[in-house]
């Protein structure tokens, strides 16, 4: 069974503040890892993916992979009202399927 | 506009009466795929397709069916709906994977 945990409960961050979030996968020959942004009520949309270990930047998201210790992570700089959304890690493990996890949610206070 | 769209939006039904949720995408993607989304499960795949006539099964397929005739389509069928099938459904869709998947507006069904 791939397996894609995100055990956190809800995240509040003050504005302008730095939102981590953090997601563990089973599967060691898991390839590549997403982070999807869904708003309340509206449907998922790609972030960012990482498949080399490291970081990886795009504006104020960074995605971090340890394949060593099977996490991936999400930093969200300078926080906005607008970061305020559930966040989807899934990981992808061939056969052109998707594992996702069930989501954090992050809420940003102005 | 680049977009997947989704018909209906919204769907109550009883159970055991056949139903059809239309996907269609405008992108010219090879893959097109089902997700439902329960709360505490997370986004589950049902089907998935790699291109024309090309189906395969997801994690969760039991009591759905798909078909790809055309490229641009990928109806989801519940040929005998169950109230464990009430469920919100997104349709995606992909260039050649599920990498950079565009997801539908989603589609409530209620089976009652």
């Known amino acids: 069974q791939k397996e894609v945990e995100q055990n956190s409960g809800p995240l509040s961050v003050p504005e302008g503040a730095i939102a981590s979030l953090n997601c563990t996968y089973s599967d060691r020959g898991s390839q590549s890892f997403f982070w999807y942004r869904q708003y309340s009520g509206k449907s998922p949309e790609l972030i960012m993916f990482?498949?080399?270990?490291g970081d990886k930047e795009d504006g104020r998201f960074t995605a971090q992979l340890n394949k060593a210790s099977q996490y991936v992570s999400l930093l969200i700089r300078d926080s906005q009202p607008s970061d305020s959304a559930t966040y989807l890690c899934a990981a992808y493990y061939g056969n052109n399927r998707l594992a996702f996890g069930k989501g954090n949610q992050v809420v940003v206070i102005p | 506009e680049a977009q997947v769209t989704q018909n209906p939006r919204y769907l109550i039904t009883v159970t055991g009466k056949k139903l059809t949720v239309t996907c269609s995408q405008n992108?010219?993607?090879?893959?097109m795929s089902w997700y439902r989304q329960d709360p505490g499960l997370g986004l589950r795949q049902i089907y998935y397709s790699m291109n024309v006539e090309v189906t395969d099964k997801g994690d969760v397929p039991e009591g759905y069916k798909v078909s790809r005739k055309e490229k641009r389509n990928f109806p989801l069928i519940l040929e005998s709906p169950s109230p464990n099938q009430t469920s919100l459904y997104f349709c995606?869709?992909?260039?050649?994977?599920?990498?950079?998947?565009?997801f539908g507006p989603g589609t409530r069904l209620t089976v009652t």
């Open positions: 995606a869709s992909g260039r050649a994977s599920p990498y950079e998947q565009y």
């Open positions: 990482i498949y080399s270990n």
């Open positions: 992108m010219n993607h090879e893959y």
